[in-house]
């Protein structure tokens, strides 16, 4: 089992910036990929990005090249999403996701390829 516990949600001002971090804990010997998604209210679930278990391999949804990067401290059993010119409809719930893999290069975009989820930090974009 794996516990994810994210941070660094709060209100953040357009153009502004964030990092968000999840730390993983339990059995974090093994392999995995992570991901971070957001849902907003009223909306799905969505992908944002992810990064594979050697954390040379990384991949964005299209709207948030650019603006975020994923990264992970497998030291510190740490992922991290930094969030840069932040637009209000990035306002939403952000959630960790670890996925059990043997590919140190695998990166996934579906939330069925994750089986462990964080109880999610809540991001604000004002205007």
């Known amino acids: 089992q794996v516990q994810l516990v994210e941070s660094g949600g709060r209100l953040a001002q357009a153009g502004g910036s964030l990092r968000l971090s999840c730390a993983a804990s339990g059995r974090t010997s093994s392999g995995y990929a992570m991901g971070w998604f957001r849902q907003a209210p009223g909306k799905e679930r969505e992908f944002v990005a992810a990064?594979?278990?050697?954390?040379?391999?990384?991949y964005y949804a299209d709207s948030m090249k650019g603006r975020f990067t994923i990264s992970r401290d497998n030291a510190k059993n740490t992922v991290y999403l930094q969030m840069n010119s932040l637009k209000p409809e990035d306002t939403a719930v952000y959630y960790c996701?670890?996925?059990?893999?043997?590919?140190?290069?695998?990166?996934?975009?579906?939330?069925?390829?994750?089986?462990?989820w964080g109880q999610g930090t809540q991001v604000t974009v004002s205007s």
């Open positions: 990064i594979s278990w050697s954390g040379r391999s990384t």
């Open positions: 996701a670890a996925g059990v893999t043997y590919y140190t290069s695998s990166v996934y975009y579906s939330a069925d390829e994750y089986d462990y």
